[in-house]
């Protein structure tokens, strides 16, 4: 089955503890993003891959990183979480930017 | 700059009733996509149309229609005869091109949530 798996569903942390979130995709896709969802404010993209090794930032970068090491892995880092980055988190994969999957998303909560 | 507007925040209706959903864009590109999504409340988001800038045509999809019109950059969604199942988050977005002119990411609107009564 095609899909988009983001790990964990469900994330609760504290302030200044680092936390992957992974993210693979089964579709060969070469582009991948990850995306955060607030209230009032819809979907950001955070960073995005066109393909292994190439990745670039999104609108809202700060306090995130990414690695694009294999087409189907996208993990998204936090290497100090802070209270603000609590939110639900999506990540994403096509062919392009035009067609994507997206995942079950992430919700994390940093306290 | 891109961006999308969709003005209303929530809504709600009674089953049976048709009800729109708005969606305003901003887009100094000539070519470029329209979507939409849907957020039921287990949170995932789910793909529901992409229309291409230069097919105005509307479509229908059973209760779904959308109307697309470049003129007043607006693309909206018309659930005919609601019901509960329709109740979520609607999302609109617009895609979004890099320097080099290919799409790098979506634009997505604030959302709408639409709860239909029984």
């Known amino acids: 089955e095609a899909q988009v798996t983001q790990n964990p569903r469900y994330l609760i942390t504290v302030t200044g503890k680092k936390l992957t979130v992974t993210c693979s995709q089964n579709?060969?896709?070469?582009?991948m993003s990850w995306y955060r969802q607030d209230p009032g404010l819809g979907l950001r993209q955070i960073y995005y891959?066109?393909?292994?090794?190439?990745?670039d930032k999104g609108d809202v970068p700060e306090g995130y990183k990414v690695s694009r090491k294999e087409k189907r892995n996208f993990p998204l880092i936090l290497e100090s979480p802070s209270p603000n980055q609590t939110s639900l988190y999506f990540c994403?994969?096509?062919?392009?930017?035009?067609?994507?999957?997206f995942g079950s998303g992430t919700q994390l909560s940093v306290l | 700059a891109q961006k999308v507007t969709q003005a209303q925040t929530e809504i709600s209706v009674v089953e049976k009733e048709d009800v729109t959903l708005d969606c305003v864009y901003e887009t100094r590109d000539t070519t470029y996509y329209l979507f939409w999504y849907k957020q039921p409340p287990s949170g995932e988001l789910v793909f529901l149309i992409r229309r291409n800038s230069f097919d105005e045509q509307n479509e229908i999809s059973g209760r779904y229609s959308w109307n697309f019109q470049k003129s007043t950059s607006s693309f909206n969604f018309t659930i005919t005869a609601s019901q509960v199942v329709d109740s979520a988050v609607y999302f609109c977005?617009?895609?979004?091109?890099?320097?080099?002119?290919?799409?790098?990411?979506?634009?997505f609107g604030t959302g709408t949530l639409l709860a239909v009564q029984p």
């Open positions: 891959s066109m393909n292994v090794e190439v990745t």
């Open positions: 994403a994969s096509g062919r392009t930017a035009e067609k994507l999957f």
């Open positions: 579709m060969n896709h070469e582009y």
């Open positions: 977005a617009l895609s979004g091109l890099d320097d080099g002119g290919a799409t790098n990411k979506l634009i």
